[in-house]
């Protein structure tokens, strides 16, 4: 059984899915290849315009596909094996396949009918569900998580999703991200953290301090959905208490973990 929920309009990230280059998709003509590109809703103008700087003359097309809706298709619980009762296929109406980053976070459906007709032994779940759980498995995701010109690639552990090439001819920042993957400690990393106390009513802000037993900076609070969220934390500090301080006479204790699906070398 798989919990199925669309990232509709409106959500901190709602992808939308743009036809960005050419290339083939499994299953499609080649006269209608392409490259689906899911991002944030928020920043899609922004996508588009900086991705136009790179196509020269190139005789490339780029475009929203508001038609389309992407669904996460999620297991019921963290045992739930999410990959046998579904296979990877391509459609004239449909793409399902498992999401690039993580297994944990199961898979994609890309289409213009209704996801849970797809998928008849679904359940319709909604964003909040999507979020609670990409949170817990400590993944990042939008612009809130992931701040431009904040948000680091190694430090936001996309190296571990399939999100960074170190293969790849050269880009921006291409340099620096893999003489440190080869040769640098990366001693700061973004991971799944839970909050235990009383929260504040509108949630902890965005670059809130985290703080050690002693007061000492270990790192600072990212985003989150209730009592769980992200938080880029020195690797040297989360063995011990955490907390953040929410007044003067008041703190929320702050547990950090490492999730199962990293690399075993890294954990």
């Given at each position: 059984?798989?919990?199925?929920?669309?990232?509709?309009?409106?959500?901190?990230?709602?992808?939308?899915?743009?036809?960005?280059?050419?290339?083939?998709?499994?299953g499609y003509a080649e006269e209608a290849s392409g490259f689906f590109l899911e991002c944030d809703s928020s920043v899609l103008g922004a996508l588009q315009k900086h991705l136009a700087l790179?196509?020269?003359?190139?005789?490339?097309?780029?475009?929203?596909?508001?038609?389309?809706?992407?669904?996460?298709?999620?297991?019921?619980?963290?045992?739930?094996?999410?990959?046998?009762?579904?296979?990877?296929?391509?459609?004239?109406?449909?793409?399902?396949?498992?999401?690039?980053?993580?297994?944990?976070?199961?898979?994609?459906?890309?289409?213009?009918?209704?996801?849970?007709?797809?998928?008849?032994?679904?359940?319709?779940g909604d964003l909040q569900d999507y979020h609670t759980h990409r949170y817990q498995q400590g993944i990042p995701e939008?612009?809130?998580?992931?701040?431009?010109?904040?948000?680091?690639?190694?430090?936001?552990?996309?190296?571990?999703?399939?999100?960074?090439s170190f293969t790849k001819g050269c880009y921006i920042g291409q340099e620096l991200t893999t003489r440190t993957h080869h040769m640098g400690v990366i001693r700061k990393?973004?991971?799944?953290?839970?909050?235990?106390?009383?929260?504040?009513?509108?949630?902890?802000?965005?670059?809130?301090?985290v703080l050690t037993a002693s007061g000492q900076a270990a790192g600072k609070f990212r985003a989150g959905q209730g009592n769980v969220g992200l938080a880029l934390l020195r690797l040297e500090t989360?063995?011990?208490?955490?907390?953040?301080?929410?007044s003067e006479s008041d703190q929320v204790a702050v547990t950090a973990s490492v999730p199962g699906w990293w690399p075993v070398a890294t954990k």
């Open positions: 059984m798989c919990l199925v929920s669309w990232l509709g309009a409106g959500a901190s990230a709602c992808p939308r899915a743009s036809c960005l280059s050419p290339g083939r998709l499994p790179y196509k020269i003359r190139r005789k490339v097309t780029m475009e929203p596909r508001p038609e389309l809706r992407v669904w996460a298709v999620l297991p019921n619980s963290p045992q739930a094996d999410q990959t046998a009762p579904l296979q990877e296929r391509a459609e004239a109406t449909a793409i399902l396949t498992r999401d690039p980053r993580t297994a944990c976070m199961g898979w994609r459906l890309l289409t213009q009918e209704e996801g849970p007709a797809l998928l008849p032994r679904a359940q319709l939008g612009v809130r998580d992931l701040p431009p010109g904040v948000a680091l690639p190694l430090e936001s552990n996309l190296a571990f999703m399939n999100g960074v990393r973004l991971l799944p953290v839970r909050l235990t106390g009383l929260l504040p009513a509108g949630g902890v802000g965005p670059g809130t301090a989360i063995k011990g208490p955490l907390h953040i301080r929410i």
